[in-house]
């Protein structure tokens, strides 16, 4: 798989990233670690180098089993991971990114992760309780102690982005993007580009609805985050399948799958993004993996935005609790 870069500080990563997140929580029940692991050591086989986990996946078990599959192919892997979501309730917001907070969870990461240093080390949200000059500086001290190697943020707005680099440069922002998401066009992709700062767009595949195997009828399990979703009710996704209708239309056209076309779409987009879809599925996954040999022309592209212009996507991404956590 070729490889990309993310921001201008030197990280280099696969075109196409993992998101762990799902083999832990979210989705349904968590997979047997026998299984994630085999999973996760799967997907570098077939080229991935780049995977994503934070400490409040579980919590803390998701990095667990990340740090047991990558460890013996430690050198050869970039491995992000969050801090800043207040799970022990000693935050003020749902947040906690006080800087001797983010130590500890540095160091306990690098403990459950099994390695010596965090590549990419993310604020998973902005903390309305603390400066963005604190943060920037905590991970900047982390940084020249040789305990991270990059810095990030994720769902941060323009003015944190551009406080935040002011004081340590970001390698990358995280935050959702796909063809039935794309705020972040409007004001954070100009931003990064004029930063020089990489994006991470995570639930690239519509949290599985871009993907076509989600329709009004399907039922999701208890644990399953997305019965909570606005966007994932009867009526909301009997009012969006039009737009899913319209990307199966173009990937029939093209002999590949709606999540493949999903997928190039975004690296079609520029350079220096690299989207993280995740799954619990080997043939998922290699379908993934195969979006990053899909190569969409101009033309493509047109005939893409031109089969969806129109289609207004319906319900809300979040829960109103979660959306009070998003930086704006």
């Not at 970039?78 to 749902?94: L, N, R």
């Not at 604020?123 to 020249?144: K, N």
């Not at 990489?198 to 595949?205: K, N, T």
């Amino acid at each position: 798989m070729q490889t990309r870069q993310l921001g201008q500080t030197g990280l280099n990563v696969s075109a196409i990233g993992y998101g762990c997140m799902g083999i832990s929580q979210s989705y349904g029940k968590p997979l047997p670690t026998p299984d994630a692991v085999k999973l996760i050591r799967a997907a570098f086989e077939r080229g991935v180098t780049f995977f994503d986990t934070a400490e409040v996946y579980g919590p803390y078990a998701n990095e667990t089993v990340v740090g047991e599959a990558l460890q013996p192919i430690r050198d050869q892997v970039v491995i992000a991971t969050k801090f800043g979501i207040d799970i022990d309730g000693t935050g003020k917001s749902g947040m906690n990114s006080r800087p001797e907070h983010i130590r500890a969870v540095a160091e306990a990461s690098l403990k459950r992760l099994r390695t010596d240093r965090i590549d990419l080390f993310y604020q998973h949200r902005v903390d309305p309780d603390v400066p963005m000059e604190d943060v920037a500086g905590t991970v900047r001290d982390l940084i020249r102690e040789g305990k991270v190697k990059h810095f990030g943020l994720s769902e941060a707005g323009v003015k944190n982005i551009r406080r935040a680099h002011a004081v340590q440069p970001v390698a990358a922002l995280q935050s959702e993007y796909s063809l039935w998401w794309r705020e972040p066009e409007a004001a954070i992709l100009p931003v990064l580009e004029e930063l020089g700062i990489g994006f991470v767009p995570f639930s690239p595949l519509g949290k599985g609805f871009l993907t076509g195997a989600i329709d009004q009828r399907t039922t999701f399990e208890s644990t399953d985050f997305r019965n909570t979703v606005p966007r994932f009710s009867a009526d909301a996704r009997s009012a969006n399948q039009p737009l899913v209708d319209a990307i199966a239309r173009i990937a029939a056209e093209q002999r590949v799958t709606p999540a493949q076309i999903a997928l190039a779409w975004i690296l079609a987009q520029k350079p220096w993004m690299v989207p993280i879809p995740g799954t619990t599925k080997l043939h998922r996954l290699e379908e993934n993996i195969g979006a990053a040999a899909v190569e969409l022309t101009a033309a493509d592209l047109a005939n893409i935005e031109h089969a969806i212009a129109g289609i207004a996507v319906e319900g809300a991404r979040y829960s109103p609790a979660q959306e009070a956590r998003i930086d704006r």
